[in-house]
């Protein structure tokens, strides 16, 4: 069942991507991590199986995960993430679809600052983000990394009144991706 829910999710990433001349670089294993911290909560919640795909020739990007896949330190919290806050029975996944931009030709070896720009779906609401973030193009690999907030009221998430004080305003999130290129 599980394997049915993920085909449509690789089947998005390889449309956005398409095209004959592309360099394209497929990753299923990419990172992204939410963070809270509140004087009477830290909440850790981490995903280790989110889809990316990236196009160096067209400097485009997109990602997609189960909202199922973040796994929390307590499984309290996991479950009121699922069931209450992301409710991902009714939306499973989150997506983005986007371009980065550089100031440098990335075509050696060197880690590039970039801007991320595009569309964030999450929680059944689409909204446009600009984000700094970094490339390191290494020998046979593509890492980018990102590290920007969020705040859940922004996606329709709303937190209960009694547990506010225990869930910051805005998440701090983190993303790694690491893609193999071709030797």
Not at 109 to 132: M, N, R, S, W
């Amino acid at each position: 069942m599980k394997a049915l829910k993920i085909v449509p999710v690789i089947f998005f990433l390889l449309l956005i991507c398409q095209s004959g001349k592309s360099q394209q670089f497929l990753s299923r294993t990419g990172f992204i991590g939410f963070y809270s911290k509140t004087a009477l909560e830290d909440i850790i919640a981490e995903n280790n199986q989110v889809f990316a795909v990236i196009d160096t020739a067209k400097n485009s990007i997109a990602f997609a995960l189960l909202e199922k896949g973040f796994i929390f330190r307590k499984e309290l919290m996991q479950e009121h993430f699922n069931e209450n806050y992301v409710e991902s029975d009714k939306f499973p996944k989150a997506e983005f679809t986007g371009t980065y931009s550089s100031p440098n030709a990335m075509n050696k070896q060197g880690v590039y600052p970039v801007t991320v720009k595009g569309k964030l779906t999450l929680h059944g609401v689409t909204k446009a983000i600009e984000e700094a973030g970094s490339i390191e193009i290494k020998s046979g690999s593509i890492l980018g990394t990102a590290a920007f907030r969020l705040k859940p009221e922004d996606f329709g998430i709303s937190i209960p009144s009694i547990v506010r004080d225990k869930i910051s305003k805005e998440m701090d999130v983190k993303v790694r991706v690491t893609w193999i290129t071709k030797k």
